[in-house]
């Protein structure tokens, strides 16, 4: 699920998901502020695989300029919760304190597998662990700042949350930071070029 401060986890497990799949599962993980969004959009642009972004569901409100079906699929609390039941997320968890759910919708993954293409899941750490229990050969990539120092610059540059949700964000970066050793790789995002670079190295030895 995308970054969240706390979240529990849901017990609801898909039936076979990893079956007959013959692409590749990629999951990318890494705290707030790490540069992330604007990584993945040169990977998708540059590195020569067949990338196709999975997107996530959420119940909580689109925000302005979001788009149903692109940046999430927008579920209301009633359909997500038919859909949990019906075992047809592959991970999803609850926010604590908001109250919304994200996950990731098996038709997001199992399809796209089957039909050849690498499907990418940008999830947290919760998410990707549960991810494995169903794709343990997943390419599993963290993306890290250079510093705890450094994430906290560029949270506090954007100017958008007050000091205290950044020190929860830092919080939470420290725990994912603690947790980085479960993925098969890590890149540090300190200069971009250098870091789309080591992207698409990794995806290309692993057989793009």
């Not at 890494?30 to 969004?37: L, M, Q, R, Y």
């Not at 993925?183 to 030895?205: F, G, P, Q």
Request: charged residues 30%.
């Amino acid at each position: 699920m995308p970054d969240a401060d706390s979240a529990k986890p849901n017990d609801d497990k898909p039936q076979e998901a990893g079956a007959r799949a013959t692409g590749k599962l990629i999951v990318i993980s890494g705290p707030s502020g790490a540069g992330k969004t604007t990584l993945l959009k040169r990977m998708y642009a540059e590195c020569p695989a067949p990338l196709v972004p999975s997107v996530s569901a959420t119940t909580r409100k689109p925000r302005p300029g979001e788009v149903d079906g692109v940046d999430y699929h927008f579920l209301t609390p009633d359909e997500f919760r038919r859909r949990r039941e019906n075992g047809e997320f592959l991970e999803c968890f609850e926010v604590y304190g908001r109250g919304d759910w994200y996950g990731t919708l098996q038709s997001e993954v199992a399809p796209r597998l089957k039909a050849g293409k690498w499907v990418v899941l940008e999830i947290d750490v919760q998410g990707t662990i549960a991810v494995l229990e169903h794709y343990p050969d997943a390419l599993t990539i963290f993306v890290q700042p250079e510093s705890v120092e450094e994430l906290d610059r560029r949270l506090t540059a954007r100017g958008t949350e007050t000091r205290a949700a950044i020190e929860r964000r830092l919080e939470v970066a420290r725990r994912e930071l603690a947790e980085a050793e479960r993925y098969r790789y890590r890149v540090t995002n300190d200069e971009l070029d250098a870091a789309v670079t080591r992207l698409c190295e990794i995806l290309k030895s692993c057989g793009s």
